[in-house]
């Protein structure tokens, strides 16, 4: 089965709003990575957080590594912010980097 | 365990000088990937390969990199003129697809 499950699949919001996405995870993750892939397909690295919380600009993540979860957190959406966020994690001394399927956001002016 | 090849481990260069790295995919997988990983442990997307085509780039890449995966040979990724900021681990996977990444040992580039 799917090793790295996030939710919702899709969201839409009204610029201004805040989202919550959620990564899952079935395997021991010595590091969990969110990624943001723009409309045109590029990705860059938004944060990792193996464990705890992070702030980054609008961004904040919270992993609970016992519970294998993690959460990005977006406020005061923007137009920009448009694409889709890739959980990753980093399987234990393994090299393997798993992706999720993604959570496609919208934000529409 | 992964079966990713990169070459050489550790590169030294000078401001201004071109810096080569390859790198050989797992057999098998037609899909390669190049990041550049931070002190932070967050990588960088650079660029993507299916077979020997380009599928997605960014444009520090396209604007500074040179990028080729021939058939039959190992991949490359070169910096034209390298700086200070280039200074990096940069990593190569390889996958069937789109998900699972196998990562190769890396690259680290120190620009003087």
């Known amino acids: 089965g799917q090793q790295v499950q996030q939710s919702p699949a899709s969201l839409v919001l009204q610029e201004g709003e805040n989202a919550e996405l959620q990564c899952n995870f079935s395997s021991t993750a010595t590091q969990l990575q969110w990624f943001y892939q723009s409309p045109g397909g590029s990705l860059v690295s938004l944060l990792s957080?193996?464990?705890g919380t992070k702030h980054t600009g609008r961004l904040t993540s919270t992993t609970v590594t016992k519970e294998r979860r993690s959460s990005l957190h977006i406020s005061s959406s923007q137009t920009t912010d448009s694409g889709t966020y890739l959980c990753a994690i980093d399987i234990s001394n393994t090299n393997k980097v798993v992706f999720g399927t993604g959570t496609r956001l919208q934000v529409l002016p | 365990n992964s079966k990713v090849i990169q070459t050489p481990r550790y590169l030294v260069k000078g401001q201004g000088q071109k810096a080569k790295m390859r790198c050989i995919p797992e057999?098998?997988?037609?899909?390669v990937f190049w990041y550049q990983q931070n002190k932070n442990n967050e990588f960088k997307f650079l660029i993507n390969?299916?077979?020997?085509?380009?599928?997605?780039q960014i444009d520090m890449t396209e604007k500074r990199f040179s990028a080729e995966c021939p058939s039959n040979s190992p991949c490359s990724l070169e910096i034209q003129s390298s700086e200070a900021g280039d200074s990096a681990l940069y990593l190569c996977a390889s996958s069937r697809g789109q998900d699972t990444q196998y990562f190769g040992p890396g690259t680290r580039l120190l620009v003087l």
């Open positions: 057999k098998g997988h037609p899909v």
């Open positions: 957080n193996p464990s």
């Open positions: 390969f299916q077979n020997q085509e380009v599928l997605q």
